[in-house]
């Protein structure tokens, strides 16, 4: 995750191959192959990041939703 000091953007990086190894072992597993625990914890731990990179990812898209693209509000958000 990096902040974009330039335009104070908020950019989530989360790598292919993360989510490469997520599915793998996910298939593996529900094909009855023995995948070693170490390789479970690591898509395990994966999988937790992934889901809330996802979360932030819909959190800026609403955000996103709020303003124009002048930056004004669109809509007012009550205090």
């Given amino acids: 995750m990096d902040l974009d000091q330039r335009d104070g953007k908020l950019r ?12 793998e072992v996910r298939q593996l597993s529900a094909l009855g192959f023995a995948v070693p625990a170490k390789i479970q914890q690591t898509a395990s ?3 937790k ?10 959190v800026k898209c609403n955000i996103v939703l709020i303003y124009d693209f002048n930056g004004s509000p669109i809509i007012s958000v009550p205090n």
């Fill in 12 to 23: 989530v990086h989360y790598g292919d191959r993360l989510v490469t190894l997520m599915r």
């Fill in 45 to 47: 731990t994966a999988s």
């Fill in 49 to 58: 990041f992934y889901r809330h990179g996802m979360i932030l990812k819909q």
